[in-house]
Nanobody, 122 residues
């Protein structure tokens, strides 16, 4: 059974930083493409970042240069380092495991965590 558990969200001022973690069980993050998505109130869930088995990484234009995705194979955990946070980054952030399709599409991910709230104050 696949389980993804996010942590690390919270309230931060604009310009601040947070690091999100996603601990996985039931799958191995080093051999799976893993992604981060976010959903703001009243908006659709959107792609943030992904990391492939090859370690290639991908980012939404809105976070490029500010966010960094990484993984720790020994801990079977992926991370999202978020710097220079903006109020528009406020959302629930979800970790997901890719099963096929386009890495930026929610349809390509069958396994999701429960989400962690990130709130950026101005």
């Amino acid at each position: 059974q696949v389980r993804l558990v996010e942590s690390g969200g919270g309230l931060v001022q604009a310009g601040g930083s947070l690091r999100l973690s996603c601990a996985a069980s039931g799958l191995t993050v080093s051999v799976n493409t893993m992604g981060w998505f976010r959903q703001a109130p009243g908006k659709e869930r959107e792609f943030v970042s992904a990391i492939r088995r090859s370690s290639n990484t991908y980012y939404a234009d809105s976070v490029k240069g500010r966010f960094t995705i990484s993984r720790d194979n020994a801990k079977n955990t992926i991370y999202l380092e978020m710097n220079s946070l903006k109020p528009e980054d406020t959302a629930v952030y979800y970790c997901a495991a890719f099963t096929g399709g386009s890495y930026y599409s929610t349809d390509a991910y069958d396994y999701w965590g429960q989400g962690t709230q990130v709130t950026v104050s101005s």
